[in-house]
């Protein structure tokens, strides 16, 4: 089975600028979440799709925006880009809705995101 | 709010020596407790995992023990190799919230 994809893998903006990140989870897999990655922050939660419905929602700014397509791809668009939005983006999906006792993601390889 | 505190930031062992890494959670509802291993330049990827309704969890080299009490989980290696060195990211699950709380991440380099 193929793993999480993400595309691109790379990408280069300047400040002032909106950029729209891809996530294809592993077939079957229905819950998308996506995570930012910056040294020293560890992976700090952006939000989470089911369904096509965003279920949580992390402490970021409005200009993170993200979305689940009926294939259960996401996108993720970060608006107005600043410097400190440099970071790698990862996202991992998990098979099921969040059973009783927790259930594993999987991550996908990220896109790093150079603001200039 | 949800916090997972992460220890030690930084490790360094000898070859053959073992590694243990502390996380303790500030959420009683916690239910799921996985670790993830990310190497330079890599998607984190899952070593190893435990559920509330276990204590203890071993997979060859790699174990994870949970003390619900105390709020607290840990990664044991033994027989360190080189290639387990990376930065281990320790996590928390509480129901109906939809995500994983992650500590800060371990940095251990295993000295050959």
């Known amino acids: 089975k193929a793993g999480v994809t993400q595309t691109p893998r790379y990408l280069i903006k300047t400040r002032g600028q909106q950029v729209t990140l891809s996530c294809s989870p592993i077939?079957?897999?229905?819950?998308v979440s996506w995570y930012q990655q910056t040294p020293g922050q560890g992976l700090q939660f952006l939000f989470e799709?089911?369904?096509?419905?965003?279920?949580n929602k992390g402490n970021f700014p409005g200009r993170f925006s993200g979305r689940q397509f009926s294939n259960s791809r996401s996108e993720m668009n970060v608006s107005t880009l600043e410097l400190g939005d440099s970071a790698l983006y990862l996202c991992?999906?998990?098979?099921?809705?969040?059973?009783?006792?927790?259930?594993?993601?999987?991550f996908g390889p990220g896109t790093r995101l150079t603001v200039l | 709010g949800e916090n997972v505190e992460q220890h030690p930031s930084t490790l360094s062992v000898q070859e053959g020596d073992s590694a243990v890494i502390k996380c303790t959670y500030s959420?009683?509802?916690?239910?799921?407790f996985p670790w993830y291993k990310q190497e330079l330049g890599k998607r984190p990827q899952l070593i190893i995992d435990?559920?509330?309704?276990?204590g203890e969890k071993k997979d060859q080299r790699i174990a994870v023990t949970l003390n619900k009490t105390a709020k607290h989980f840990s990664l044991h290696i033994t027989e360190t190799q080189p290639e387990d060195s990376a930065v281990y990211f320790c996590?928390?699950?509480?129901?109906?919230?939809?995500?994983?709380?992650f500590g800060t991440g371990t940095r251990l380099k295993v000295l050959a």
């Open positions: 991992a999906s998990s098979l099921v809705a969040w059973g009783p006792l927790g259930d594993t993601q999987y």
């Open positions: 077939s079957g897999h229905r819950s």
């Open positions: 799709y089911f369904s096509e419905t965003q279920r």
């Open positions: 959420d009683s509802a916690s239910n799921y």
């Open positions: 435990i559920r509330s309704n276990v």
């Open positions: 996590a928390a699950h509480s129901p109906g919230t939809y995500k994983y709380i």
